[in-house]
T-cell receptor, first 110, second 113 residues
């Protein structure tokens, strides 16, 4: 069974700070996705990474896929209150089901 | 672009009643996932379907059942509702064979009173 772990589970920071959240697995995934979910809404896809070592930037968010395609990180620069939400990573392999991590709950205080 | 459509958006039921939630995946998507998210909790996987067949089963209670129809839409049927079933129910779809991303619907908020 493929499992994804995320850390930290909870994170509360001040506006303007930087942060990194991690998504780890003992399994290899052919692709990995990051989602952000706001209260009462469905998870919204932020990015997909497919190549080991790949780095993608989305404004103040930087996503990296590990060389071995078993882990990923999300770095947020100068966090803003609008970044508050539940960040979920999910791994996928061809012909197999999606696997979600338990999520990191981020709270950015003004 | 078309997104995953869930209906209804909100549903209020009494204990012991039944409820049916519907999910219309993005066109061409052959896989549907159902998730349950209680207040302040992470989404919990319930069940998934690929090409109209159940492909994986998570923490779905025996009181719940689901199916995927020939047009690929899916329905989650919930019977003998309990107060603890109150939650957000999300549906997601993807093209499994192409290993594409999954996209989520806006969810159905079920309140059992």
């Amino acid at each position: 069974t493929q499992l994804l772990e995320q850390s930290p589970q909870f994170l509360s920071i001040q506006e303007g700070e930087n942060l990194t959240v991690y998504c780890n697995s003992s399994s290899v995934f052919s692709s990995l996705q990051w989602y952000r979910q706001e209260p009462g809404e469905g998870p919204v896809l932020l990015v997909t990474v497919v190549t080991g070592g790949e780095v993608k930037k989305l404004k103040r968010l930087t996503f990296q896929f590990g060389d071995a395609r078993k882990d990923s990180s999300l770095h947020i620069t100068a966090a803003q209150p609008g970044d508050t939400g539940l960040y979920l990573c999910a791994g996928a392999n061809y012909g197999q089901n999606f696997v979600f991590g338990p999520g990191t709950r981020l709270s950015v205080l003004p | 672009a078309a997104g995953v459509i869930q209906s209804p958006r909100h549903l209020i039921k009494e204990k012991r009643e039944t409820a049916t939630l519907k999910c219309y995946p993005i066109p061409r998507h052959d896989t549907v996932y159902w998730y349950q998210q209680g207040p302040g909790q992470d989404p919990q996987f319930l069940i998934s379907f690929y090409e109209k067949m159940q492909s994986d089963k998570g923490s779905i209670p025996d009181r719940f059942s689901a199916q995927q129809f020939s047009d690929y839409h899916s329905e989650l049927n919930m019977s003998s509702l309990e107060l603890g079933d109150s939650a957000l129910y999300f549906c997601a779809s993807r093209i499994r064979a192409e290993n594409t991303e999954a996209f989520f619907g806006q969810g159905t908020r079920l309140t059992v009173v």
